[in-house]
T-cell receptor, first 110, second 114 residues
Framework: DAGVTQSPTHLIKTRGQHVTLRCSPISGHKSVSWYQQVLGQGPQFIFQYYEKEERGRGNFPDRFSARQFPNYSSELNVNALLLGDSALYLCASSSTDEQFFGPGTRLTVL | GENVEQHPSTLSVQEGDSAVIKCTYS??????FPWYKQELGKRPQLIIDIRSNVGEKKDQRIAVTLNKTAKHFSLHITETQPEDSAVYFC?????????????FGTGTRLTIIP
């Protein structure tokens, strides 16, 4: 049974560019959440989607957006990248309150 | 919003001894408290969780306790082994199905000394 998958694994961008990160949840899970983990810190909540609807949004600027598709996969988009956006972006899927994380996408902004 | 504090930030214990990590939360509506283990370069892995209707939960060498009145919860690892070395994060959420935002603590780097 496949776990949560994310792509790409690593990404290097320059300031001002935009990026799209992708996540496929565990089969049968309808909820996907996105977190940002800066080196040395705990994950910070960005978004949660359930049944294609946004159910929660963390304290992130409007440059961050996301969506969920009919197959429950999800995309996180970040526009106008800043150096401070460099982090590990984690996707978590859940069917109840237990959240299971994917391997993450390591984004480096130069 | 919810605020979760975690301590200590680093912890070193001799192999075979016990380790305890403590967290406090601020939102009395929080009712779900998971613990995650994160090895270097890896994803956070759920190792144990507890819900507000339970005071203690145990899974082999790992146990978690919850004091709702004091808004404290703790992770206990007994008979520690070198493979327990990792960063541990506590988290809290007020689960409402389809709306489960986790607020994480700042992490504890646990080192097991052989």
């Amino acid at each position: 049974d496949a776990g949560v998958t994310q792509s790409p694994t690593h990404l290097i961008k320059t300031r001002g560019q935009h990026v799209t990160l992708r996540c496929s949840p565990i089969s049968g899970h309808k909820s996907v959440s996105w977190y940002q983990q800066v080196l040395g810190q705990g994950p910070q909540f960005i978004f949660q989607y359930y049944e294609k609807e946004e159910r929660g949004r963390g304290n992130f600027p409007d440059r961050f957006s996301a969506r969920q598709f009919p197959n429950y996969s999800s995309e996180l988009n970040v526009n106008a990248l800043l150096l401070g956006d460099s982090a590990l972006y984690l996707c978590a899927s859940s069917s109840t309150d237990e959240q299971f994380f994917g391997p993450g996408t390591r984004l480096t902004v130069l | 919003g919810e605020n979760v504090e975690q301590h200590p930030s680093t912890l070193s214990v001799q192999e075979g001894d016990s380790a305890v990590i403590k967290c406090t939360y601020s939102d009395s509506a929080s009712n779900y408290f998971p613990w995650y283990k994160q090895e270097l370069g890896k994803r956070p892995q759920l190792i144990i969780d507890i819900r507000s209707n339970v005071g203690e939960k145990k899974d082999q060498r790992i146990a978690v306790t919850l004091n709702k009145t004091a808004k404290h919860f703790s992770l206990h690892i007994t008979e520690t082994q070198p493979e327990d070395s990792a960063v541990y994060f506590c988290a809290a959420s007020s689960t409402n199905f389809g709306n489960e935002k986790l607020t994480f603590g700042t992490g504890t780097r646990l080192t097991i000394i052989p």
